[in-house]
């Protein structure tokens, strides 16, 4: 069983920066493939950003580029760095891990593991 809990959520305004970390429990972290997911109100959770246990990484396009998705597997933490922010970037912000597999997944249901959740408020 993995415990994930997110932290580093927060009030920012429009082009500012924030990063996102994401605390795991257990001592098999290193081999976890990690995503990161947001939520806006009224809208589906969408994908954001995937690490595989190697460090390969993966955005999707409304964040490629602003968005660094990263790993420290001595610490158990993933982390979200998340720059040049927008309005349309508010959301609810979740991790995810998976522990066996392909490299690196993007839809929400192929994880084991979720965070709470943090809140990401972007002001224009």
């Known amino acids: 069983q993995v415990q994930l809990v997110e932290s580093g959520g927060g009030l920012v305004q429009a082009g500012g920066s924030l990063r996102l970390s994401c605390a795991a429990s257990?001592?098999?972290?290193?081999?976890?493939?990690v995503g990161w997911f947001r939520q806006a109100p009224g809208k589906e959770r969408e994908f954001v950003a995937a690490?595989?246990?190697?460090?390969?990484?993966y955005y999707a396009d409304s964040v490629k580029g602003r968005f660094t998705i990263s790993r420290a597997n001595a610490k158990n933490t993933a982390y979200l760095q998340m720059n040049s922010l927008k309005p349309e970037d508010t959301a609810v912000y979740s991790c995810?891990?998976?522990?066996?597999?392909?490299?690196?997944?993007?839809?929400?249901?192929?994880?084991?593991?979720w965070g709470q959740g943090t809140q990401v408020t972007v002001s224009s």
């Open positions: 995810a891990a998976r522990g066996s597999g392909s490299a690196y997944y993007t839809t929400a249901h192929d994880y084991d593991y």
């Open positions: 690490i595989s246990w190697s460090g390969d990484t």
């Open positions: 257990g001592r098999t972290f290193s081999s976890y493939r």
